[in-house]
């Protein structure tokens, strides 16, 4: 079973029908909610001035019916025709009512629509192209996404699963309480609403740990041999395994990263995995592993350590129940669902986890795994090299400086709600705060994209700068634990105070507000003997020159 988010998110909720199943079930996770007024999402939309609007939140809810978002499908509904330009124009129409909505709403997410529950529409012609209900209903589902695709406020949700998992809604209920979806609906969307909300403020787990024997393939490896495991093949179980790897392998390409803990011999274990001809996952596939006959939390605390994460960022799966107890007791961050006894279900349960749902996936966390494979190269070179210089000269370490632009918008909004430790404010905002607090002439920011000879670690840092006076203030400071303590703070340092000194400012600012995870921001800055401290505001005096470290190339 997952655990909900510690995080109490404020919803409001606007519906074209009565939400108070879905409120009810969102407070059970934590939420605080408000709910307007039934039946008024429309006028909502276009009174801006209702007390509603004021109050704020961290999400909207707008779940709204497609023949009351969108009159003209009421026609189609009654097997009228429509010309599909007028019904998509009403769509349009609907969208930049959307985008119009309060700047108060941080986040707004959108179920997508779906046929009434008891409307089988035109039967055999229900898909018939440009006259069928189901058909005209995709293409506003379309023309929803492209329309609203460039709003960084907003997140389609997809509504369908949600009907699978409850099925048809009791005709009843719509007439009796106006609830047009039977309960297991709304349970469905509240899991889904606060997944995406956890997405969105970097909660997401991005580790799933995994242990060997008859987790990942079926059998006993030290006792029947790789030759002998249950993986693919005409048997059933076979086949669920692979299933099973393939839907890992999925999540890879979704950031996810992957690691092993498992007791065995390592030697035979790394063997089965590179020799067995119906593996899906190879070493490649794991960022790192802990393969021996130690205890499984504390093999799992090293992992998670050595690959620059927090505990509460990793997932763990083992087919042990008193593995599972005694991760879950040794690390109550950790995650741990349990597996189903019958491995039969292990992709269905896998496909289910919403623990990894994330709105948003950049180019860097798709090729996440490949930066901890590069990473182990990097290690190694490490242990060759006489002093941490030399290691550092060794690197060819190269930072491309830029600013803020659309096609870094969705990296850049991940890092600043993600990163926690080397995060000097921990301010968090969405990608329209980021965007409208760039568009200040005053204000300045830039993205720090680093690689070396080993390969690229993608968008890794973020810095801003606001003007105030004769002083520069640094706004954000924040970096990925990845590319900590090889030069980049002190680039990135560097460029600000390059910055600010072009401004005609006398010294440059920053000020740490500790948080329970920024400790290690704190402990480089007071490590910096060119900045003087005072409480908590460091100072860096612009009327010397500052330069970028001489083993790092900058463009």
């Known amino acids: 079973m997952e655990k909900t988010t510690n995080k109490s998110y404020r919803i409001g909720v606007v519906a074209d029908f009565n939400p108070q199943n879905l409120v009810v079930l969102l407070r059970k996770k934590s939420a605080e909610c408000s709910e307007a007024d039934y039946g008024q999402t429309q006028r909502l939309l276009l009174d801006h001035n209702d007390p509603f609007w004021a109050q704020g939140c961290d999400a909207l809810v707008l779940w709204t019916m497609p023949h009351l978002a969108v009159p003209a499908f009421q026609t189609v509904l009654g097997f009228g025709e429509v010309p599909v330009a007028d019904l ?31 409307d089988r529409g035109l039967g055999p012609m229900n898909l018939a192209h440009n006259f069928g209900p189901a058909n005209l209903l995709m293409q506003m589902n379309l023309r929803l996404a492209e329309q609203l695709a460039t709003e960084r406020r ?29 309960t297991p609906v709304f349970q469905a969307a509240a899991t889904d609403v606060i997944a995406a909300l956890d997405g969105i403020q970097g909660r997401a787990r991005k580790l799933l740990i995994l242990d060997l024997d008859n987790t990942l393939w079926g059998g006993i490896l030290g006792d029947e041999g790789w030759e002998q495991l249950r993986l693919g093949g005409h048997d059933p179980v076979g086949e669920a395994y692979a299933d099973f790897q393939r839907l ?22 790394l063997n089965a995995i590179r020799s067995h001809p119906e ?27 050595g690959l620059n994460l927090g505990l509460d960022a990793a997932v763990f799966l083992d087919d042990s129940a008193f593995e599972r107890t005694r991760v879950r007791e040794a690390l109550p961050q950790v995650l741990v669902p349990d597996l189903p006894t019958d491995p039969l279900l292990y992709p269905a349960f896998l ?18 795994t490949t930066m901890y494979v590069a990473d182990r190269q ?19 370490l190269r930072v491309l400086i830029e600013p803020l632009a659309a096609a870094n918008l969705e990296r850049a909004t991940q890092l600043f709600n993600k990163t926690n430790q080397m995060n000097l404010t921990t301010r968090r905002l969405t990608a329209a705060e980021l965007q409208a607090w760039v568009a200040d002439p005053e204000h300045y920011l830039w993205t720090f994209r680093v690689s070396d000879r080993f390969g690229d670690y993608g968008l890794c840092g973020i810095a801003s700068l606001a003007q105030d006076g004769a002083s520069g203030r640094l706004s954000d400071f ?29 010294e440059l600012l920053a000020e740490y507000v500790p948080t329970p995870k920024n400790a290690p921001v704190e402990k480089w800055f007071a490590g910096q003997s060119k900045l003087r401290r005072t409480g908590q505001i460091f100072q860096l005096s612009l009327t010397g020159t500052v330069d970028f470290p001489r083993h790092v190339k900058t463009v």
């Not at 907003?154 to 609830?179: C, E, I, R």
């Not at 092993?260 to 390592?266: G, H, L, Y």
């Not at 593996?279 to 596939?285: A, P, S």
């Not at 990097?378 to 060819?396: K, V």
């Open 88 to 118: 998509l124009a009403e769509v349009d129409a609907f969208c930049a009512r959307v985008k119009k909505i309060p700047a108060s709403v941080r986040t707004i997410l959108i179920p997508s629509w779906v046929m009434p529950a008891s």
């Open 154 to 182: 907003v997140v389609l949700l997809d509504a369908t699963p949600w009907l699978l998992a409850g099925g048809a809604g009791n005709a009843k209920l719509w007439y009796m309480a106006k609830t047009p979806f039977a």
């Open 248 to 269: 890992l392998k999925r999540l890879t390409r979704r950031g996810i990263v992957l690691a092993i803990a498992s007791k065995n011999e390592e030697s035979n274990a």
């Open 279 to 305: 593996m899906i996952l190879r070493t490649e596939d794991f960022a790192a592993w802990k393969i021996n006959w130690n205890d499984k939390a504390a093999n799992i605390a090293e992992l998670v350590s």
């Open 351 to 368: 496909t289910d986890l919403k623990c990894f749902d994330n709105p948003f996936i950049s180019n860097e966390d798709r090729a996440r």
């Open 378 to 396: 990097r290690t190694a070179l490490q242990s060759e090299m006489g002093s941490l210089e030399d290691w550092l000269a060794a690197l060819e």
């Open 478 to 506: 924040l970096l990925s634990c990845r590319v900590m303590s090889r030069g980049v703070e002190e680039t990135m340092l560097c460029a600000a105070a390059q910055k600010a000194q072009s401004l005609g400012c006398r």
